[in-house]
């Protein structure tokens, strides 16, 4: 019977014989066609990728004082708002305060000059790629893959943005500081549709988060949670974007209960702002129709490089969906040609 098998199995019969030994036993595959062998060994190795994949995630993400302070660190590294920068600013502003031209500085008067628009879209690529790089500092993100990551930056870039800049926001003095230390005056923002309620609602917005009195590493976390949320449409690998958030949740958890010992339900109170953090960052993504066409190719660059120039080809209806930052709504389209300022949050890097 074995002897049978042996002349229809050489392979076999080698192993029973002694003369191969079975982890070095050739695998064939006979009289499998090509392409199919091909697909199989692919296979294969995307597999045994995959496994490679979840054991780095795994270790990242379950090393918390690692990834602590690996996402604190990123935060650092890549926002310029840090508290001790802001306060700087704050306290030069209050000392001797300076005012910026209405014309220049109201998000939603009709478009500036040339000289002073290129000027504010060079400030605001600056920290777009600050967060996108924070993006892809923060542990687990780099096994994402591109379609994951795209829909997650495309989703969360302007929400983030919109955490970091809201210590922007000056309350004592109603007004925002810009990055070049001047003022910017709430009651100098009433031109354009819907101004007052954008205006009184970020305000109001800014207030409530500012009296947080949020740490760096907080805010980094938070930043963190933002970006990598798994209720964002289209995510393929929500199970990893799941881990992702719990984790980070985890060790904001850890921080706030160490800053703030006396407030257990602190972290539920940050939590609970998101709902209006998503409705405001939308508002303002719907007013910046200065990235609508000539920036899109300029963001493209700073997230992919050159290499995936597909992903930000037009497509008509689909514009807005491949902006990462949004695009401006159908109800306003047709007052792009008339109303092209910026949106209040991006008024701060005037």
């Known amino acids: 019977m074995v002897s049978d098998m ?7 019969k080698g192993i029973l014989n002694g003369v191969v030994k079975y982890h070095n036993a050739p695998v064939r595959f006979g009289r499998v066609p090509k392409r199919e062998k091909a697909r199989i060994l692919a296979a294969m190795q995307q597999s045994s990728s995959s496994r490679a994949q979840e054991q780095a995630a795994a270790a990242e993400l379950d090393d918390a ?9 990123a935060h650092l590294d890549t926002c310029e708002f840090t508290r001790d920068r802001v306060a700087a600013m704050r306290a030069r502003a209050r000392e001797c305060p300076t005012y910026s031209q209405p014309t220049l500085a109201c998000p939603l008067n009709p478009a500036p000059e040339l000289q002073s628009e290129k000027e504010f879209s060079q400030r ?16 687990g993100f780099q096994l994402l893959t591109q379609d994951d990551k795209f829909t997650l930056l495309k989703s969360g870039l302007f929400d983030a943005l919109f955490v970091r800049l809201i210590c922007m926001f ?33 305000f109001k917005f800014a207030e409530r988060m500012n009296s947080m009195n ?15 949320t798994p209720d964002r449409p289209g995510l393929r690998n929500i199970e990893l974007v799941e881990r992702m958030h719990a984790r980070l949740k985890s060790c904001l958890q850890t921080v706030v209960a160490q800053n703030r010992p006396d407030r257990p339900g602190f972290l539920r109170e940050l939590m609970d702002t998101l709902p209006d953090l998503r409705t405001l960052s ?21 997230m992919w490089g050159d290499e995936d120039g597909s992903l930000w080809a037009d497509s008509g209806a689909d514009e807005s969906a491949r902006s990462p930052i949004g695009s401006v709504s159908s109800s306003e389209s ?6 092209c300022g910026t949106p209040l949050l991006a008024a701060t890097l005037a």
């Open 170 to 202: 000056d309350a004592p003095l109603n007004s925002i500081i810009c990055l070049n230390g001047q003022l910017m005056k709430r009651d100098s923002i009433q031109s354009g549709a819907n101004a007052r309620f954008l205006v009184d609602s970020t």
């Open 124 to 139: 605001f690529a600056h920290v777009i790629r600050g967060v996108i790089d924070f993006a892809g500092l923060i542990p």
């Open 282 to 302: 939308t508002l303002h993504t719907e007013k910046l129709v200065v990235f609508r066409t000539e920036h899109k190719e300029l963001l493209r660059q700073q």
């Open 334 to 339: 047709g007052e792009a040609g008339a109303d």
């Open 6 to 12: 042996g002349e229809d199995l050489p392979i076999l």
């Open 214 to 228: 949020l740490t760096d590493a907080e805010i980094g976390l938070f930043c963190a949670i933002v970006l990598i």
């Open 65 to 73: 004082p690692r990834l602590l302070a690996r996402v604190v660190r």
